[in-house]
């Protein structure tokens, strides 16, 4: 039973809010560090605990409001100049900010939050006495991180988050004071990597790994929280985008009746011209509006993905201080919106490439003196919106990867053939690093290294119909580049035909319609190819894709292009481009199907998922004449 008894809502609305600020301040924290006399951030971080003790007393959650008291004290007396911020005195805060976080947790189980750990407590009080002798809350950082969890199905991804933001992390030696930042990234040369040195946009908001933080161990309270999040079905929305919704809603009640009078004057036999004028003018109208309602709709999914980023600094100033690195997190385009379930989907594989640019992607301190490079590295991470796309890029200016190296480690695990390996271009053996089993750490660390990370990250993004591209020099640094649509509710689809049958492709992945000539067709290594503008690409029968009998020559191809390969698709013909409302199949979901959606004149289609089925295709080089999306168009008939 909950100890907040006819309080539920009000409790949601807290732990909502406290939740946004807390994240907000450990931000402010990670910033502190960098400028510890800042009184701009001091006032903004005391005035959060401040908030978040206000609301923990209406909810009568004493632990919490005592914990909270003796933080915003502390910052009293630092923003008053009473005490000087030093290394020591940030672990201090950071347990303190944790231990808040946990009792989060505790308050989303429905219970009221135990007392901090007696450490966190003792040490807030010491301090707040006069005391500088902080050896006790040095040895308890030293406790080591605990090791993430992962499985042949891929990562434990709580437990990864939790080794990072609740783990107790060993100390680091002191590093230099940071210095300030100069320039401005040209953002349309974002993914160049000679723009990965530390200069950032006024708006970039950078997180250092200056040494502090003892964090307290992961509890039952953190991962509870997590649940809670992960099972948030609720959002904000603007006022002002509703009053846009009320508005249309109103303007196409008006045509509703308009059409209304016109079907009646009709029915009564009133066929004149300027009838059918006013008819085809209300029709008309009706189509826009509905069309600003769809496109106002879909608005109210969308949320600043900052809402994400915000998470990310602590988790690389953690990560980097345990791996004893100097790193700084920069985040560029904090204000770009995307699609709230999309943002919920991202955080763990933003997570795990975020941890890996700093583990495997940063140098240690002496690895970088010895390149001529910096002692403090950088990992970006920015957002974007390009056309009806949203870009996501992850770089950092470490050592980058060696195609050689990866190709020859996929050979030594036996990932690949040999032959098929010297096969392989430079970004394609980039690639090679998400297939299952791939990694290039000859021992598994609590971090990384078990070769199952990037494949789970790679699955995810295709979840979301996106794509991610791999840039790398070695000595330089490396560069994610994930492409996401702009909302997952609506796509842009190519509809073609097999027969008289319609089945709808992702516009994303194509480049151009051709005419096939099969006069020019070759058959290389078994498969029939054709030579687009020197390029030599494969054709693939959408019929042998899906299992269908080949009635006659397909006369078309459609160039398509995902991150892996480049391929003709042929077909017998097109009925053009739409915006397909997607429709899921929660129940039914075969593989190689996407969704369903609805043309104009009622007829279902499928959307098709390419990259399921050439991977079908290449594990089942036969395929059986009654396919999957075979059979999901006979449930469909």
């Given at each position: 039973?909950?100890?907040?008894?006819?309080?539920?809502?009000?409790?949601?609305?807290?732990?909502?809010?406290?939740?946004?600020?807390?994240?907000?301040?450990?931000?402010?924290?990670?910033?502190?560090?960098?400028?510890?006399?800042?009184?701009?951030?001091?006032?903004?971080?005391f005035?959060g605990?401040?908030?978040?003790?206000?609301?923990?007393?209406?909810?009568?959650?004493?632990?919490?409001?005592?914990?909270?008291?003796?933080?915003?004290?502390?910052?009293?007396?630092?923003r008053?100049?009473?005490?000087?911020?030093?290394?020591?005195?940030?672990?201090?805060?950071?347990?303190?900010?944790?231990?808040?976080?946990?009792?989060?947790?505790?308050?989303?189980?429905?219970?009221?939050?135990?007392?901090?750990?007696?450490?966190?407590?003792?040490?807030?009080?010491?301090?707040?006495?006069?005391?500088?002798?902080?050896?006790?809350?040095?040895?308890?950082?030293?406790?080591?991180?605990?090791?993430?969890?992962?499985?042949?199905?891929?990562?434990?991804w709580?437990?990864?988050?939790?080794?990072?933001?609740?783990?107790?992390?060993?100390?680091?030696?002191?590093?230099?004071?940071?210095?300030?930042?100069?320039?401005?990234?040209?953002?349309?040369?974002?993914?160049?990597?000679?723009?990965?040195?530390?200069?950032?946009?006024?708006?970039?908001?950078?997180?250092?790994?200056?040494?502090?933080?003892?964090?307290?161990?992961?509890?039952?309270?953190?991962?509870?929280?997590?649940?809670?999040?992960?099972?948030?079905?609720?959002?904000?929305?603007?006022?002002?985008?509703?009053?846009?919704?009320?508005?249309?809603?109103?303007?196409?009640?008006?045509?509703?009746?308009?059409?209304?009078?016109?079907?009646?004057?009709i029915?009564?036999?009133?066929?004149?011209?300027?009838?059918?004028?006013?008819?085809?003018?209300?029709?008309?109208?009706?189509?826009?509006?509905?069309?600003?309602?769809?496109?106002?709709?879909?608005?109210?999914?969308?949320?600043?993905?900052?809402?994400?980023?915000?998470?990310?600094?602590?988790?690389?100033?953690?990560?980097?201080?345990?791996?004893?690195?100097?790193?700084?997190?920069?985040?560029?385009?904090?204000?770009?919106?995307?699609?709230k379930?999309?943002?919920?989907?991202?955080?763990?594989?933003?997570?795990?490439?975020?941890?890996?640019?700093?583990?495997?992607?940063?140098?240690?301190?002496e690895?970088?003196r010895?390149?001529?490079?910096?002692?403090?590295?950088?990992?970006?991470?920015?957002?974007?919106?390009?056309?009806?796309?949203?870009?996501?890029?992850?770089?950092?200016?470490?050592?980058?990867?060696?195609?050689?190296?990866?190709?020859?480690?996929?050979?030594?695990?036996?990932?690949?053939?040999?032959?098929?390996?010297?096969?392989?271009?430079?970004?394609?053996?980039?690639?090679?690093?998400?297939?299952?089993?791939?990694?290039?750490?000859?021992?598994?660390?609590?971090?990384?290294?078990?070769?199952?990370?990037?494949?789970?990250?790679?699955?995810?993004?295709?979840?979301?119909?996106g794509?991610?591209?791999?840039?790398?020099?070695?000595?330089?640094g490396?560069?994610?580049?994930?492409?996401?649509?702009?909302?997952?509710?609506?796509?842009?689809?190519?509809?073609?035909?097999?027969?008289?049958?319609?089945?709808?492709?992702?516009?994303?992945?194509?480049?151009?319609?051709?005419?096939?000539?099969?006069?020019?067709?070759?058959?290389?290594g078994?498969?029939?190819?054709?030579?687009?503008?020197?390029?030599?690409?494969?054709?693939?029968?959408?019929?042998?894709?899906?299992?269908?009998?080949?009635?006659?020559?397909?006369?078309?191809?459609?160039?398509?292009?995902s991150?892996?390969?480049?391929?003709?698709?042929?077909?017998?013909?097109?009925?053009?481009?739409?915006?397909?409302?997607?429709?899921?199949?929660?129940?039914?979901r075969?593989?190689?199907?996407a969704?369903?959606?609805?043309?104009?004149?009622?007829?279902?289609?499928l959307?098709?998922?390419?990259?399921?089925?050439?991977?079908?295709?290449?594990?089942?080089?036969?395929?059986?004449?009654?396919?999957?999306?075979?059979?999901?168009?006979?449930?469909?008939?």
């Amino acid at each position: 039973m909950s100890d907040f008894g006819g309080m539920e809502d009000l409790l949601q609305d807290f732990l909502q809010e406290a939740g946004d600020l807390l994240s907000d301040v450990d931000n402010k924290l990670v910033d502190l560090e960098r400028a510890p006399e800042d009184r701009r951030l001091l006032n903004d971080i005391f005035r959060g605990f401040h908030t978040i003790k206000g609301g923990a007393g209406f909810l009568n959650a004493a632990e919490l409001v005592t914990l909270c008291h003796l933080t915003e004290n502390l910052f009293d007396k630092l923003r008053n100049a009473e005490m000087a911020l030093t290394p020591a005195l940030m672990d201090t805060i950071m347990a303190a900010t944790q231990s808040v976080r946990d009792m989060f947790g505790e308050i989303a189980q429905g219970r009221q939050p135990d007392t901090a750990p007696a450490q966190v407590i003792d040490d807030l009080r010491a301090v707040l006495a006069g005391a500088v002798d902080r050896q006790s809350a040095v040895a308890a950082a030293a406790t080591p991180a605990p090791a993430a969890v992962a499985t042949a199905e891929g990562p434990n991804w709580l437990a990864l988050h939790a080794a990072v933001t609740t783990g107790q992390h060993a100390g680091s030696p002191s590093v230099a004071a940071r210095r300030q930042a100069a320039g401005v990234v040209d953002t349309a040369a974002a993914v160049d990597l000679g723009s990965l040195q530390p200069h950032f946009p006024p708006e970039g908001r950078r997180a250092t790994d200056k040494p502090a933080a003892a964090v307290s161990g992961a509890t039952s309270g953190r991962r509870a929280e997590e649940r809670a999040a992960a099972r948030e079905t609720t959002i904000r929305v603007d006022t002002a985008r509703l009053d846009q919704v009320l508005n249309l809603s109103g303007e196409i009640g008006l045509t509703k009746n308009r059409l209304t009078s016109l079907r009646a004057d009709i029915l009564a036999g009133r066929t004149d011209t300027e009838t059918l004028q006013a008819l085809d003018q209300a029709v008309s109208q009706l189509d826009l509006l509905v069309s600003d309602l769809q496109n106002s709709v879909m608005k109210t999914r969308m949320q600043p993905i900052g809402r994400l980023f915000q998470k990310y600094p602590r988790i690389a100033r953690d990560l980097a201080r345990q791996l004893g690195k100097d790193v700084e997190l920069a985040l560029v385009g904090e204000e770009t919106e995307v699609d709230k379930t999309m943002i919920e989907d991202l955080a763990d594989p933003l997570i795990h490439l975020i941890r890996n640019a700093v583990d495997h992607g940063v140098e240690s301190a002496e690895e970088r003196r010895l390149a001529g490079k910096p002692v403090n590295s950088v990992v970006r991470l920015e957002a974007r919106q390009e056309g009806d796309h949203i870009v996501l890029i992850i770089a950092d200016d470490g050592r980058g990867m060696s195609p050689e190296r990866i190709r020859a480690k996929a050979i030594e695990k036996k990932i690949i053939g040999e032959e098929e390996a010297n096969a392989l271009d430079d970004r394609q053996s980039l690639n090679l690093i998400f297939l299952p089993g791939f990694s290039t750490m000859a021992q598994a660390s609590a971090v990384s290294g078990r070769g199952v990370g990037m494949d789970v990250v790679k699955t995810n993004i295709q979840k979301l119909n996106g794509a991610i591209e791999i840039r790398s020099e070695p000595g330089k640094g490396s560069v994610f580049i994930i492409s996401l649509p702009l909302t997952l509710a609506i796509l842009p689809v190519l509809l073609v035909l097999l027969g008289e049958q319609p089945f709808a492709l992702p516009l994303s992945m194509v480049r151009e319609i051709l005419p096939i000539d099969h006069q020019r067709m070759q058959e290389v290594g078994g498969r029939e190819t054709l030579v687009v503008r020197g390029e030599i690409l494969p054709v693939i029968a959408l019929s042998r894709l899906l299992g269908w009998p080949e009635v006659q020559k397909p006369e078309y191809g459609v160039l398509m292009q995902s991150a892996e390969r480049s391929f003709i698709l042929a077909v017998d013909n097109f009925a053009g481009r739409d915006d397909a409302v997607i429709k899921a199949l929660d129940d039914f979901r075969p593989r190689g199907v996407a969704g369903v959606t609805t043309l104009s004149n009622g007829q279902i289609v499928l959307i098709l998922d390419m990259k399921e089925l050439l991977v079908d295709l290449t594990t089942f080089p036969e395929r059986d004449a009654r396919s999957v999306p075979t059979r999901a168009l006979e449930v469909f008939a």
